[in-house]
């Protein structure tokens, strides 16, 4: 009788019809989206730095706090560090605005170098609502008077959503706002 069980069993099991592996969502993977923006012309050049920040605001996985804790979405990631992401964005915009943009591995000298430090990229849970978060420094040196000029830029926005598509969906809103400020910001700062 247990011989019998047991090839029962075991032909149930190699027969496919009962399976011991779950099968788990595959990770889901986002960046940045630059939306178009009015921009006028610069004629001068700028150095762009990626931006400094902490190792848990700057980790491919998305970030969001509850409760005083910081976690991270299981089955969801950025496509790279959220600093490499702006350095991009901010690049890509600026290079439809001013004669020459430049990243910082490429040498030679430029007019002006932008620094930035990322405080806030991420999603904070409350209750039943959502406040996902973005503020950045951003420190301009004129290369020329070593004048360095200073903003902080600080961005939020409420979700009734509380889930990974929307933190990210609300952060690359508060990106675009922010790429749409420091132009504006800097054709101010660069005006001759």
Request: proline share 2%.
């Amino acid at each position: 009788m247990i011989k019998i069980s047991i090839v029962l069993l075991l032909s149930i099991v190699f027969s496919g019809c009962i399976s011991l592996t779950q099968n788990i969502p595959s990770q889901k993977v986002y960046s940045l989206n630059l939306k178009e923006h009015d921009v006028q012309k610069i004629d001068t050049s700028i150095e762009i730095k990626e931006a400094k920040a902490i190792s848990s605001i700057n980790s491919i996985n998305l970030l969001y706090t509850r409760a005083n804790s910081k976690e991270f979405y299981a089955l969801a990631k950025w496509s790279d560090k959220p600093s490499k992401m702006i350095q991009n964005i901010i690049i890509d915009s600026l290079s439809s605005s001013f004669t020459l943009v430049k990243p910082t591995n490429i040498r030679f000298a430029t007019k002006y170098t932008l620094d930035s430090y990322l405080l806030a990229f991420e999603q904070d849970i409350l209750n039943d609502k959502s406040i996902s978060k973005f503020v950045i420094n951003i420190y301009l040196k004129n290369n020329e008077n070593s004048n360095i000029d200073f903003k902080q830029f600080i961005y939020e926005k409420d979700n009734e959503k509380i889930d990974s598509i929307n933190a990210v969906n609300d952060l690359n809103d508060l990106s675009n706002e922010f790429i749409k400020d420091l132009n504006i910001w800097l054709e101010k700062k660069t005006k001759n």
